[in-house]
């Protein structure tokens, strides 16, 4: 037990005798959590829209009133013609175009219905559904106040939808994406700093004095595995104080249940770090290795994009990403309040990781040392 504590003390002083490696730890992950949920954000606004009122009328001016007090758009009116606010579209000064024709107004009197024409960028195919959509509400909300001001007889039917936003009333996209960012971060560290462990041990030239060393080989990989492990529930703790303290975010579930389910997949996830340090040469190709990695495993963790709107050969790929996992825990215990019985599925998927994972980091270092 000695010798391992004294393994632990050498990781620690290695860690952080180095200049670059506490600013990596604590500095870059609390500069990203407090950037990334602003960069990040789903909601969409701030659509630039060019309206050309052709009709000059009343009821087309409520129209352009109507969009322009919109908090989804920033509205420009133009005379000039629809090829030239087109020519604005290529270039990138405007997302939409709305234009009003002539007889707008008279149409809607006498035919109780007129056109529009809606040009939009499609080239960011979000922004652009999105907006055609809330342009679409506003015109049909207009549209319903037209035919109740001129035919105030016809009683229409009065349909009120009532909507029950659950788990996240305020539809604040920050709830959503703050926990999700606050498992890559922690996952990140820890991989990266169990990358650059055994490596490092090469580049110094100390790895033949280990490998003589008196302790086996499963109390080596253990002594690189717990300081990375113990830096990355400490980044975890740091990631959760500044949900609480700037986004205003707690785990509606028990944070016994976070510390429990992060301590089992920082395990695996620092395992998976020293099977790329096993097999690589140098710290820049063990850096690269796990850059590969870590950005597949991003980009398929639902954190950004749903899992399910994937094409089905990308949602079974997904299956083996671990943060998925992890991710899918940490939003259900913030926003729902999940417990261990509706995390047990996620749980022992985990497990599986972190038992083969650190199987493998025993045995590709036996074969990288003998």
């Not at 509205?75 to 707008?104: C, N």
């Not at 652009?128 to 049909?140: E, K, L, Q, R, V």
Request: proline share 4%.
């Amino acid at each position: 037990m000695r010798r391992f504590l004294y393994l632990i003390e050498k990781e620690f002083k290695h860690i952080f005798r180095d200049k670059f490696m506490p600013k990596l730890i604590f500095v870059i992950p609390i500069i990203q959590l407090l950037i990334l949920p602003w960069a990040a954000d789903f909601e969409v606004k701030n659509i630039n829209i060019e309206i050309l009122d052709r009709d000059m009328s009343s009821l087309s001016r409520r129209l352009c009133l109507k969009i322009s007090a919109s908090e989804y758009f920033t509205a420009t009116f133009s005379s000039g013609s629809y090829e030239d606010s087109l020519w604005k579209i290529e270039r990138g000064q405007t997302d939409m175009i709305l234009e009003i024709p002539h007889g707008f107004e008279s149409d809607l009197i006498k035919h109780k219905g007129s056109q529009v024409l809606l040009g939009v960028n499609a080239i960011n195919g979000l922004k652009g559904g999105m907006g055609t959509s809330y342009a679409n509400d506003i015109i049909s909300d207009f549209c319903s106040e037209m035919a109740l001001r001129n035919f105030p007889d016809s009683k229409p039917f009065n349909v009120e939808v009532l909507a029950d936003y659950r788990f996240n009333p305020y539809l604040n996209s920050k709830a959503f994406i703050v926990p999700a960012i606050v498992v890559f971060l922690f996952s990140l560290i820890g991989g990266i700093l169990a990358a650059l462990n055994i490596v490092g041990e090469k580049e110094l030239g100390t790895m033949e004095q280990m490998n003589v060393a008196p302790i086996s080989k499963t109390m080596f990989i253990a002594s690189k595995l717990l300081p990375v492990w113990i830096l990355g529930m400490l980044i975890l703790t740091i990631g959760m104080a500044i949900a609480y303290l700037v986004y205003g975010l707690l785990p509606k579930g028990s944070f016994l249940i976070v510390y429990v389910f992060a301590a089992v997949y920082l395990t695996a996830f620092t395992a998976f770090g020293l099977i790329i340090s096993n097999i690589s040469s140098s710290a820049q190709q063990a850096i690269l290795t796990f850059l590969f990695f870590i950005l597949i495993f991003l980009l398929m963790s639902g954190i950004f994009t749903p899992i399910d709107s994937m094409p089905h050969w990308a949602q079974n790929i997904t299956i083996c990403n671990p943060i998925r996992y992890m991710v899918e825990v940490m939003r259900s215990i913030y926003l729902k309040g999940g417990t261990f019985e509706d995390l047990q599925s996620q749980f022992y998927i985990i497990c599986v990781f972190t038992l083969l994972l650190n199987i493998y980091a025993v045995v590709s270092f036996k074969r990288n040392v003998n």
